[in-house]
Nanobody
Framework: EVQLVESGGGVVQAGGSLRLSCVVS????????IGWFRRAPGKEREGVSCISRRDGSTYNKDSVRGRFTISSDNAKNTVYLQMNSLKPEDTGVYYCAAEEPAWNYYTYCTDNYYANGGMDYWGKGTQVTVSS
């Protein structure tokens, strides 16, 4: 059974940093991608950052590029989202999700189908609140 467990959310002032973690278990092979998605208050869920577990290729949404970094520690089966220079508009519930195969990581982050529940496996989410 595939499971994803997020942690690391919290309350931070604008300009601050947080690191989210997503521990992944249950996959037999590494041919999958992990995405971080967020749902801001009153908005639809959107893809933020995605990574291929096979070769480490990444995608970041325009509004977070240069501030957020997605990375993977394969030995720990953990994917991280380092969030720096946080803004109030980054507030929301952050979910990690997994989908196969790994090479399609870009589409998982940019096609709304996946953000709206199309990913096969989801964590329960962690709240990030950025105060101004």
């Amino acid at each position: 059974e595939v499971q994803l467990v997020e942690s690391g959310g919290g309350v931070v002032q604008a300009g601050g940093s947080l690191r989210l973690s997503c521990v992944v278990s249950g996959f037999t092979f590494d041919d999958y991608a992990i995405g971080w998605f967020r749902r801001a208050p009153g908005k639809e869920r959107e893809g933020v950052s995605c990574i291929s577990r096979r070769d480490g290729s990444t995608y970041n949404k325009d509004s977070v590029r240069g501030r957020f970094t997605i990375s993977s520690d394969n030995a720990k089966n953990t994917v991280y989202l380092q969030m720096n220079s946080l803004k109030p508009e980054d507030t929301g519930v952050y979910y990690c999700a997994a989908e196969e195969p790994a090479w399609n990581y870009y589409t998982y982050c940019t096609d709304n189908y996946y953000a709206n529940g199309g990913m096969d496996y989801w964590g329960k989410g962690t709240q990030v609140t950025v105060s101004s």
